[in-house]
């Protein structure tokens, strides 16, 4: 990796890192730049604004996101197995990484986002219940673009209750009757 793009690495790590924990209106510019441990300058250098950072940011999170839903379904044959592995990426992101998923900070603070984050949310939201829509039609359910709804409203509300309360079991709670309807 190049310095110029070990540099933007540690700068889109540090401001994806502070939206995931503190959405979009909790940071700032120098927020990054501490986080990263950068210089101001540094920051203001590649990114003009912070909605050109968060473009940036998500840009890099869908291409993440969504080559490891691949990798779930490359590695699993059967749908109950690749929603298993979509709720794994889910459940890691507040347990492991301990933080929401960016789209769900950002669905949060929908009215105070520009548009053009608005519109990244959005996309995201659409292709993620696409791909629940399809393991759901795959199981043979009726009505799987409402299962899919449901199922991404179901875990990010159950991230946001887990994430309240310090305790994850709001979040495999919805897991488990997620999985349950799959059966």
Same mark, same amino acid.
């Given at each position: 990796?190049?310095?110029?793009?070990?540099?933007?690495?540690?700068?889109?790590?540090?401001?994806?890192?502070?939206?995931?924990?503190?959405?979009?209106?909790?940071?700032?510019?120098?927020?990054?730049?501490?986080?990263?441990?950068?210089?101001?300058?540094?920051?203001e250098q590649r990114y003009k604004t912070k909605e050109e950072l968060?473009?940036?940011?998500?840009?890099?999170?869908?291409?993440?996101?969504?080559?490891?839903?691949?990798?779930?379904?490359?590695?699993?044959?059967?749908?109950?197995? &690749? *929603?298993? %592995?979509? +709720?794994? /990426?889910? !459940?890691?992101?507040?347990? @492991?990484?301990?933080?929401?998923?960016?789209?769900?900070?950002?669905?949060?603070?929908?009215?105070?986002?520009?548009?053009?984050?608005?519109?990244?949310?959005?996309?995201?939201?659409?292709?993620?219940?696409?791909?629940?829509?399809?393991?759901?039609?795959?199981?043979?359910?009726?009505?799987?673009?409402?299962?899919?709804?449901?199922?991404?409203? &179901? *875990?990010? %509300?159950? +991230?946001? /209750?887990? !994430?309240?309360?310090?305790? @994850?079991?709001?979040?495999?709670?919805?897991?488990?009757?997620?999985?349950?309807?799959?059966?």
């Amino acid at each position: 990796m190049t310095a110029p793009e070990t540099l933007i690495d540690e700068i889109l790590d540090a401001a994806q890192e502070l939206a995931q924990q503190k959405g979009y209106a909790g940071f700032s510019f120098q927020d990054v730049a501490a986080q990263a441990q950068r210089s101001l300058g540094e920051i203001e250098q590649r990114y003009k604004t912070k909605e050109e950072l968060m473009a940036a940011v998500f840009h890099r999170y869908n291409r993440e996101f969504f080559a490891a839903l691949a990798e779930v379904v490359e590695a699993n044959g059967s749908p109950v197995e &690749r *929603l298993d %592995g979509f +709720m794994a /990426l889910v !459940r890691d992101t507040l347990v @492991v990484e301990d933080r929401m998923c960016l789209c769900g900070m950002m669905m949060a603070e929908v009215a105070l986002l520009p548009a053009g984050i608005r519109q990244q949310t959005r996309n995201f939201t659409d292709t993620a219940i696409a791909w629940l829509s399809d393991q759901w039609e795959l199981l043979g359910k009726s009505n799987p673009a409402d299962l899919a709804v449901t199922t991404l409203a &179901r *875990l990010e %509300g159950g +991230m946001l /209750l887990s !994430r309240v309360s310090g305790d @994850v079991k709001h979040l495999d709670l919805v897991i488990a009757d997620i999985r349950a309807d799959a059966s």
